[in-house]
Protein backbone atom coordinates (compact mmCIF):
# COMPACT_ATOMS: atom_id res chain seq x y z
CA UNK A 1 0.00 0.00 0.00
CA UNK A 2 2.89 2.37 0.62
CA UNK A 3 2.72 5.78 2.37
CA UNK A 4 1.21 8.83 0.93
CA UNK A 5 1.21 12.48 2.44
CA UNK A 6 -2.03 14.16 0.99
CA UNK A 7 -2.42 17.80 0.61
CA UNK A 8 -5.59 19.95 -0.39
CA UNK A 9 -6.03 23.82 -1.25
CA UNK A 10 -9.14 25.14 -2.98
CA UNK A 11 -10.42 22.48 -5.76
CA UNK A 12 -7.25 20.64 -6.07
CA UNK A 13 -5.45 17.58 -3.85
CA UNK A 14 -2.21 16.47 -4.52
CA UNK A 15 -0.23 13.86 -2.69
CA UNK A 16 3.76 12.29 -2.55
CA UNK A 17 4.56 8.99 -1.27
CA UNK A 18 8.36 10.13 -0.09
CA UNK A 19 8.24 13.41 1.65
CA UNK A 20 11.64 13.48 2.49
CA UNK A 21 13.70 14.18 -0.41
CA UNK A 22 14.82 17.66 -1.18
CA UNK A 23 12.67 18.59 -3.93
CA UNK A 24 9.45 16.01 -3.52
CA UNK A 25 7.33 14.89 -6.79
CA UNK A 26 3.77 16.32 -6.25
CA UNK A 27 0.88 14.12 -7.90
CA UNK A 28 -2.11 16.94 -8.37
CA UNK A 29 -5.70 16.62 -9.47
CA UNK A 30 -9.11 18.68 -9.42
CA UNK A 31 -11.50 16.88 -6.72
CA UNK A 32 -14.86 18.44 -7.85
CA UNK A 33 -14.47 21.36 -10.61
CA UNK A 34 -15.25 25.19 -8.64
CA UNK A 35 -16.06 23.31 -5.20
CA UNK A 36 -13.46 23.62 -2.37
CA UNK A 37 -12.29 21.22 -0.28
CA UNK A 38 -13.41 21.67 3.18
CA UNK A 39 -12.25 18.25 4.81
CA UNK A 40 -10.03 15.12 3.52
CA UNK A 41 -10.27 11.66 5.74
CA UNK A 42 -8.90 8.20 5.07
CA UNK A 43 -9.39 4.62 5.77
CA UNK A 44 -6.09 3.21 4.52
CA UNK A 45 -7.57 2.29 0.99
CA UNK A 46 -9.37 5.41 0.04
CA UNK A 47 -9.31 9.24 0.41
CA UNK A 48 -12.47 10.81 1.17
CA UNK A 49 -13.15 14.49 0.81
CA UNK A 50 -15.74 16.63 2.12
CA UNK A 51 -16.68 20.15 0.05
CA UNK A 52 -19.39 21.79 2.66
CA UNK A 53 -22.82 22.05 1.54
CA UNK A 54 -21.69 22.74 -1.91
CA UNK A 55 -21.12 19.52 -3.40
CA UNK A 56 -21.32 15.88 -2.58
CA UNK A 57 -18.90 13.85 -0.82
CA UNK A 58 -16.49 12.84 -3.14
CA UNK A 59 -13.42 9.45 -2.75
CA UNK A 60 -10.91 8.55 -4.79
CA UNK A 61 -8.30 5.56 -4.49
CA UNK A 62 -4.86 6.21 -2.29
CA UNK A 63 -2.78 6.72 -5.52
CA UNK A 64 -5.43 7.48 -7.73
CA UNK A 65 -5.56 10.21 -9.75
CA UNK A 66 -9.55 10.79 -9.85
CA UNK A 67 -12.76 10.79 -7.95
CA UNK A 68 -14.59 7.87 -8.21
CA UNK A 69 -17.69 8.96 -10.06
CA UNK A 70 -19.70 6.11 -9.04
CA UNK A 71 -19.61 6.87 -5.65
CA UNK A 72 -21.50 7.57 -3.82
CA UNK A 73 -24.08 5.48 -5.58
CA UNK A 74 -27.15 6.41 -3.60
CA UNK A 75 -28.08 10.14 -2.99
CA UNK A 76 -25.49 13.74 -2.83
CA UNK A 77 -24.79 13.98 1.01
CA UNK A 78 -22.67 17.03 1.79
CA UNK A 79 -20.23 17.48 4.38
CA UNK A 80 -18.08 20.15 6.17
CA UNK A 81 -16.30 17.31 8.22
CA UNK A 82 -15.57 13.79 7.37
CA UNK A 83 -13.69 11.37 9.36
CA UNK A 84 -12.71 7.66 9.73
CA UNK A 85 -13.36 6.98 13.32
CA UNK A 86 -13.86 3.90 15.27
CA UNK A 87 -13.99 1.85 11.98
CA UNK A 88 -17.03 3.96 10.96
CA UNK A 89 -16.83 6.72 8.35
CA UNK A 90 -18.83 10.08 9.74
CA UNK A 91 -19.91 13.09 8.13
CA UNK A 92 -21.24 16.56 10.04
CA UNK A 93 -22.81 18.94 7.94
CA UNK A 94 -23.46 22.65 10.11
CA UNK A 95 -25.62 21.35 13.31
CA UNK A 96 -26.30 17.38 11.81
CA UNK A 97 -23.79 14.43 11.93
CA UNK A 98 -23.75 11.41 11.02
CA UNK A 99 -22.19 8.00 9.97
CA UNK A 100 -21.93 7.25 5.91
CA UNK A 101 -22.18 3.82 4.17
CA UNK A 102 -20.62 2.16 1.60
CA UNK A 103 -22.79 3.56 -0.50
CA UNK A 104 -21.84 6.96 -0.08
CA UNK A 105 -25.28 7.20 1.62
CA UNK A 106 -26.64 8.34 5.21
CA UNK A 107 -27.57 5.56 7.09
CA UNK A 108 -30.69 6.02 8.73
CA UNK A 109 -30.15 3.29 11.27
CA UNK A 110 -27.25 4.37 12.95
CA UNK A 111 -25.58 7.72 13.83
CA UNK A 112 -27.94 10.40 12.70
CA UNK A 113 -28.36 13.31 15.07
CA UNK A 114 -29.07 16.75 15.19
CA UNK A 115 -27.97 19.21 17.94
CA UNK A 116 -31.09 21.30 19.02
CA UNK A 117 -29.33 24.16 19.51
CA UNK A 118 -29.57 25.77 15.14
CA UNK A 119 -26.56 28.07 15.66
CA UNK A 120 -24.01 24.63 16.64
CA UNK A 121 -21.63 23.34 14.27
CA UNK A 122 -19.85 19.89 14.62
CA UNK A 123 -15.83 20.57 13.72
CA UNK A 124 -13.79 17.69 14.46
CA UNK A 125 -14.45 14.16 15.11
CA UNK A 126 -12.11 10.87 16.46
CA UNK A 127 -11.84 7.30 17.28
CA UNK A 128 -11.41 5.91 21.07
CA UNK A 129 -11.86 2.04 22.14
CA UNK A 130 -14.95 3.35 24.23
CA UNK A 131 -16.75 5.07 21.09
CA UNK A 132 -16.48 7.91 19.25
CA UNK A 133 -15.41 11.64 20.68
CA UNK A 134 -17.17 14.79 18.46
CA UNK A 135 -16.35 18.26 19.28
CA UNK A 136 -18.99 20.84 18.42
CA UNK A 137 -19.37 25.05 18.80
CA UNK A 138 -22.51 26.52 19.76
CA UNK A 139 -22.79 30.63 20.20
CA UNK A 140 -18.70 30.45 21.02
CA UNK A 141 -18.93 27.85 23.34
CA UNK A 142 -16.91 24.50 22.68
CA UNK A 143 -18.25 21.15 23.93
CA UNK A 144 -17.62 17.65 23.48
CA UNK A 145 -20.05 14.65 22.72
CA UNK A 146 -19.45 11.13 23.09
CA UNK A 147 -20.81 8.21 20.90
CA UNK A 148 -21.18 5.11 22.19
CA UNK A 149 -20.34 2.62 19.22
CA UNK A 150 -20.32 -1.57 19.57
Given at each position: ?????????????????DPTPASPTWTEFTA???KNLTD???DGANIYMAFG???????????GTAIDGSWPSSG???ADIIHVAA???IGALAGNIFEIGSNGAKLGSSLDYTTPL?????VSVTGAPSGIYA???TDKTGSIYHIGVS
Open positions: MGIYLYAAHGEKIAFITRAGITSSTAAIAKASLSSQAGRLASTTWAAN
